[in-house]
């Protein structure tokens, strides 16, 4: 028999609500509020009296910003394709086969995540540099790969480890090779993980800042966080485009987590539970 939330639960679920919703809705209101509201007393007004969207046609007016959601997209979608590729291979090695040395690789494998963009950033921009990759697609991509393959790695390593062993064995018997039983049994019965791994990849290449900005400086190859971090001008910050290039951002991730959450959930609970 379950136990009824009481009313101090709801409250405490309100206030937790609120507070993690209460930057994305100042930077909502923010962005609908004409040019005079942004500063002085009414600037902290939740409200305004005239909503405008004169902010937002000039997001896609005055900057190349389809261009930006372009690159970005370009991107995210091909870093994300490629790592989770690559780290099913390797994830699926780690957990189902015997070998040596399967702790020292998931160690190094974690140690790799915990390095800092900055402690990183000089090499690797040499690396590109020397291979004339500045300015292009290829030149974030293989960046991206120091955080996106450990992070799939490590949490694809976790959704394996849950399959029985014993489907391997009755394939075996079955005379499956073993590529033959990991596309057609293991792989499909990973799906949840694969799909949660490969979003939440997606998020960090989207967001990733401090490579797109120092690798890529041409206009024509920068990503979404740098194109909204280089709207300021040399004296004024147009903080109402700011607000709505974040705002038209942030929509497309929101909407895909929320049309994709029982798989999220189920691809995170799958990997939890120790049976």
Same mark, same amino acid.
């Given at each position: 028999m379950t136990k009824k939330a009481g009313p101090l639960f709801y409250v405490f679920l309100a206030l937790f609500v609120f507070f993690v919703m209460f930057p994305f809705l100042w930077v909502l209101l923010s962005s609908i509020k004409p040019?005079?509201?942004?500063?002085?007393?009414?600037?902290?007004? &939740? #409200? *305004? %009296?005239?909503?405008? /969207?004169?902010?937002?046609? %000039? @997001?896609f007016v005055n900057y190349p910003f389809l261009r930006y959601l372009w690159n970005s997209t370009v991107v995210a979608t091909i870093t994300t394709v490629y790592t989770v590729f690559v780290a099913a291979f390797a994830a699926y090695a780690i957990a189902r086969l015997e070998f040596k040395g399967k702790t020292v690789i998931l160690g190094l494998v974690l140690a790799v995540s915990m390095f800092p963009q900055i402690a990183t950033i000089s090499p690797i921009y040499m690396f590109v540099k020397k291979f004339g990759l500045t300015n292009s697609?290829?030149?974030?991509?293989?960046?991206?790969?120091?955080?996106?393959?450990? /992070?799939?790695? &490590?949490? /694809?390593? *976790?959704?394996?480890?849950?399959?029985?062993?014993?489907?391997?064995?009755?394939?075996?018997?079955?005379?499956?090779?073993?590529?033959?039983t990991y596309f057609k049994i293991i792989l499909?019965?990973? @799906?949840?993980? @694969?799909? *949660? *791994? %490969?979003? #939440? @990849?997606?998020?960090?290449? &989207?967001?990733?800042? /401090?490579?797109?900005?120092?690798?890529?400086?041409a206009e024509t190859y920068k990503t979404v966080p740098v194109g909204i971090a280089m709207f300021q001008g040399q004296y004024t910050i147009p903080w109402g485009e700011i607000s709505a290039a974040t705002v038209v951002v942030t929509i497309p991730l929101v909407i895909m987590v929320l049309l994709f959450q029982r798989r999220i959930v189920s691809g995170l609970t799958s990997g939890s539970v120790k049976e």
């Open positions: 040019l005079s509201e942004l500063f002085g007393d009414k600037a902290f007004d &939740w #409200l *305004t %009296s005239h909503p405008t /969207l004169k902010s937002y046609v %000039s @997001v697609y290829l030149g974030l991509i293989i960046p991206y790969t120091t955080f996106a393959l450990p /992070l799939s790695i &490590w949490l /694809l390593v *976790t959704f394996f480890r849950k399959i029985p062993f014993d489907l391997e064995e009755a394939a075996k018997m079955d005379g499956a090779t073993p590529m033959q499909p019965l990973a @799906v949840p993980g @694969v799909f *949660t *791994t %490969s979003i #939440l @990849v997606f998020i960090a290449a &989207w967001n990733e800042f /401090l490579f797109a900005l120092t690798i890529n400086t």
